[in-house]
C-alpha cells in the first residue's frame, strides 16, 4: 500500500519533490565538496543555487596543486544567493555574498548568470558577471578572497 504521506499534494509529496533536484545534483558534486557541503545543506542553512549552470566550479584558487571548488548557495536565512568557496588545504566554507557583502558584489549574487575558472599567475581566478553588464574576478590572495572589478 501507498502510504498516506506520499500522495500527491501532500506536504511530505511537496517536500520530497522539492528536494530531488538538490539530491541528484549532489551526485555530481565532488566526494571531498559534498562532505563539506552535504552537512550546511542538512542543517538547513543553504540550499544548491540551481539556477546557475553549472552550480558549480573548480579550480586550484590557492595554487597548492588541488583542486578546490566554488559552489553557487542560496541562503535559507537570509533568501540571497552567493557562492560557497571551498578550498581542499582548509575546507571550511568562506561565503561570498548569500547575505554577507562581498566587494561590488554586494550580498546577493542573484544577479550572476555567467561563470567560469581561468589560470592566471595568481592562481585560478573565478570570472562572475552579468550578461552584458558587470563582472568580477574573485582570486584567492593567500589569506582571503578578493574581488576585482573587471566591468561595470
Known sequence: PISPHLLLGSP???RAQD???????????PRWVDSVLGP??????????LTLHPFFQVGDFDRDQRLDAAVFVRSRESG??????LRRADPRPRVLG?????????????????????????GDQL???????ASGAITWDGEGYR??????
Open 12 to 14: 511530505a509529496a511537496a
Open 80 to 85: 540571497k544567493h552567493g557562492v560557497l568557496m
Open 19 to 29: 528536494t530531488a533536484p538538490e539530491w541528484l545534483a549532489r551526485m555530481s558534486l
Open 40 to 49: 550546511l545543506l542538512q542543517e538547513g542553512r543553504y540550499t544548491l543555487g
Open 98 to 122: 548569500a547575505g554577507r557583502a562581498f566587494g561590488n558584489g554586494g550580498d546577493d549574487f542573484s544577479w550572476l548568470d555567467i561563470w567560469r575558472v581561468e589560470a592566471s599567475r595568481q
Open 127 to 133: 570570472f562572475v558577471e552579468k550578461s552584458e553588464s
Open 147 to 152: 574581488w576585482t572589478q573587471l566591468g561595470d
